[in-house]
């Protein structure tokens, strides 16, 4: 019985466990790699380094969708739903954008994206402007690696 006993005890723990950190992760923050080199020099700044860096993504942002232009967001790409892309923030909804075919309003309740490495970034110049609803959070900080920890400006 005692054997028994123990392994259930774990069993609760862990699955409680598993139940606050998947809370945890969907309602408040997760850490999230960073793939490619678009967000070069902000993200990821070294090319062809085998440590990519990994941040920090507040989910409180999205109770009213309170974003600013610069910030640095998480959000499923438009044509792809399960492809998640980190860009930076340029035009909300309302604004005047100039791409580099045309002068674009951005519609309420989109805003327009853009990668800091223009030449190597798939975009809102691709696909226009993305849904707020896409956006998956807010980035505020590099955790990994430790020579890179710092908060995203």
């Not at 080199?37 to 109770?63: A, G, I, W």
């Not at 600013?68 to 044509?79: A, E, I």
């Not at 892309?85 to 853009?114: M, N, T």
Request: hydrophobic share 35%.
């Amino acid at each position: 019985m005692g054997i028994q006993n123990l392994l259930w005890q774990v069993t609760k723990k862990a699955f409680t466990g598993g139940i606050i950190g998947v809370t945890i992760s969907d309602r408040c923050c997760s850490v999230v790699p960073v793939r490619g080199d678009s967000m070069s020099p902000t993200l990821n700044p070294q090319r062809n380094s085998y440590l990519d860096d990994y941040v920090l993504v507040e989910k409180f942002c999205l109770q009213d969708y309170k974003f600013v232009r610069g910030d640095v967001v998480v959000f499923s790409s438009p044509t792809h739903f399960k492809d998640k892309y980190i860009k930076r923030i340029v035009g909300l909804p309302g604004e005047w954008i100039s791409s580099s075919r045309d002068v674009i309003r951005v519609p309420e309740g989109h805003c327009w994206v853009e990668g800091d490495n223009k030449a190597s970034s798939l975009d809102s110049r691709t696909f226009g402007p993305i849904p707020l609803g896409l956006i998956r959070g807010r980035v505020t900080s590099v955790v990994w690696p430790p020579q890179r920890v710092s908060k995203i400006s």
